[in-house]
């Protein structure tokens, strides 16, 4: 190996004990692979399989935590039926010699009434998302909040009665804990919304009971950590400030790490493009000394990794596209050959890619998401 990529292959431990083997990581992806009733299927091992080795640490696509919370493909971990099952996923991962973190999340305003046989999507407040297609869901109500927050609880439990190393709590990309953040999908006027201060209820909650759950239920370490969204596009959306806040709030939390979502390491505000500072710079040197960030986005290249953790003295950088594209990347850096690193999916290597048929279709729906070359070799 080149000896300048030595920085992301020394070990790293988590303030909970666990020690992970580098510092990359694979980001979640959803597979749309699951069985309709959440469980794990042949082709989702088969697809971790093929990816989970070298890496430090896979965190896995997000599971719903209870049933009216999912998407089509979803995984699931929103009953006690699914221990089991989310039991093997975690050994795949670590027969691999790689630790497994599962990512709790509930889907919200962006799930669909024909996904949930014909129940409405629920959210902080009724009021559709912007997609196109989206339907209105319907308010919770103050119990059903309470028991919600339960669920990512007892989600936690059941990871870690199923031997994973880890939860990532999904606070990102739009979905319900976002949602109750955001003053474009949130427009209570109670305990859980009104000011910036009562947003943050939501997702704190959530944290406070995971965080509870882990401490009276892992008897072994266990890796906590929670994925944001730095920023929306609506109007009114998400600010950076209003991050920020919520962010001090959760590294009061302590937890293992945090997850800031976005398109590329080096990106600027999408509100304030005029700003060009990273927005990550402003996370590591706000919070950065007390809770280790994991930077994502369009790392390709091991030079990339290297930018990322240098530019912001990140400790962990996570890798999502580049590791459907590449399953070998971290074997190829390893043995000096990144100059071999496969930049874009060919319809040849279909099968030595290991793609889930339904996770192939997917990945194609959104043109220019994922590279595809467009012919074969
Ligand atoms: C196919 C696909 C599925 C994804 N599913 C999830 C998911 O389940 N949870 C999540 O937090 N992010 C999800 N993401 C976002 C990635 O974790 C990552 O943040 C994003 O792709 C940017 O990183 P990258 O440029 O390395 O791919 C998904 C991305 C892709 C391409």
Not at 51 to 74: N, P
Request: with cysteine; charged share 25%; hydrophobic share 35%.
């Amino acid at each position: 190996m080149n000896t300048k990529y030595n920085a992301l292959f020394e070990p790293f431990t988590f303030k909970s004990g666990v020690t992970i083997d580098n510092r990359l990581i694979m980001a979640p992806m959803t597979t749309n692979s699951a069985f309709e009733n959440g469980m794990v299927t042949t082709d989702e091992h088969n697809y971790y399989k093929r990816r989970a080795k070298g890496l430090g640490a896979v965190i896995t696509a997000c599971a719903q935590v209870r049933e009216d919370g999912k998407f089509a493909g979803s995984l699931s971990a929103a009953s006690d039926m699914h221990i089991e099952s989310l039991a093997k996923l975690a050994q795949t991962i670590q027969s691999a010699g790689t630790k497994a973190i599962l990512q709790l999340f509930h889907v919200g305003r962006m799930g669909s009434s024909s996904t949930l046989r014909g129940l409405q999507p629920v959210s902080a407040s009724p009021i559709p998302s912007l997609r196109d297609g989206a339907e209105t869901p319907r308010a919770l109500r103050d119990e059903e909040i309470h028991d919600l927050v339960d669920s990512f609880g007892k989600a936690t439990k059941r990871a870690i009665e199923a031997g994973f190393d880890g939860v990532e709590i999904h606070g990102a990309n739009t979905y319900l804990i976002q949602q109750f953040f955001s003053p474009h999908s949130n427009r209570r006027d109670d305990h859980w919304g009104g000011t910036l201060e009562k947003r943050m209820n939501f997702p704190l909650a959530v944290v406070d009971e995971v965080k509870t759950v882990v401490e009276k239920h892992a008897k072994k370490p266990f890796v906590l950590g929670y994925r944001i969204s730095p920023e929306e596009i609506e109007e009114p959306g998400i600010t950076f400030d209003d991050t920020l806040a919520l962010l001090e709030r959760i590294n009061e939390r302590d937890l293992d790490y945090i997850h800031i979502s976005l398109g590329h390491y080096m990106q600027g505000s999408m509100r304030n493009p005029e700003n060009k500072t990273p927005l990550l710079q402003t996370i590591v040197e706000k919070i950065g000394s007390d809770t280790p960030i994991i930077g994502v986005g369009s790392v390709h290249t091991p030079d990339n990794a290297l930018e990322a953790m240098e530019a912001f003295n990140l400790p962990l950088v996570a890798l999502g596209r580049q590791l459907l594209v590449e399953p070998d990347w971290i074997e190829k850096v390893k043995t000096g050959k990144e100059d071999t690193i496969r930049k874009e999916i060919h319809p040849d290597d279909r099968e030595d890619l290991v793609f889930p048929d339904a996770m192939w279709e997917y990945v194609q729906s959104r043109p220019g998401w994922v590279p595809f070359a467009k012919s074969g070799h």
